[in-house]
C-alpha cells in the first residue's frame, strides 16, 4: 500500500520562502510521476510541480516556473519543494501525489493521480 506523508509548511509573508517534504513508502513504480498539487478553498486541485521517478526531469505549472523547486532524494523515497517568491495567491493545502503517467499528464490533469498524501497547509500573507 502506497503511503506518502507531507511536512513543512506553515505560514509566510509575500515574498518569503518555504520548503515542504514527503516521505513516500509501499511504492514499487520504476517509472512515473511523483509531484506536488494545491488546493485553495472554492477551487480545484492545481498541478504545481513534478519530477520524473529515478530521475532529475521536472516539470512545472507556469504559475511557479522559476519561483519553486522540486526534487527527490537519491532513494527515491522522500521528495522535496522548495519554494521562493510565494505570493498570496500560492496560498492553499498542498499535496504529494505519486502517478504511473508522465508528469506533464500528472500535472496537467491531476484528477487522475493514483495516490494522494493528506496535505499540509501554505497561507501566504500580504
Known amino acids: 500500500q502506497v503511503q506518502l506523508v507531507e511536512s513543512g509548511g506553515g505560514s509566510v509573508q509575500a515574498g518569503g520562502s518555504l520548503s515542504v517534504s514527503c516521505v513516500v513508502s509501499g511504492m514499487t513504480y520504476r517509472s512515473g510521476c511523483m509531484g506536488w498539487f494545491r488546493q485553495a478553498p472554492g477551487k480545484g486541485r492545481e498541478g504545481v510541480a513534478g519530477?520524473?521517478?529515478?530521475?532529475?526531469?521536472?516539470h512545472y505549472a507556469d504559475s511557479v516556473k522559476g519561483r519553486f523547486t522540486i526534487s527527490q532524494n537519491a532513494a527515491g523515497n522522500t521528495m522535496y519543494l522548495q519554494m521562493q517568491s510565494l505570493k498570496v495567491e500560492d496560498s492553499a493545502m498542498y499535496y504529494c501525489?505519486?502517478?504511473?503517467?508522465?508528469?506533464?499528464?500528472?500535472?496537467?490533469?491531476?484528477?487522475?493521480?493514483?495516490?494522494w498524501g493528506k496535505g499540509t497547509q501554505i497561507t501566504v500573507s500580504s
Open positions: 519530477i520524473y521517478i529515478g530521475t532529475t526531469v521536472t
Open positions: 501525489a505519486v502517478d504511473r503517467r508522465t508528469c506533464v499528464a500528472s500535472i496537467t490533469y491531476p484528477d487522475g493521480v493514483d495516490h
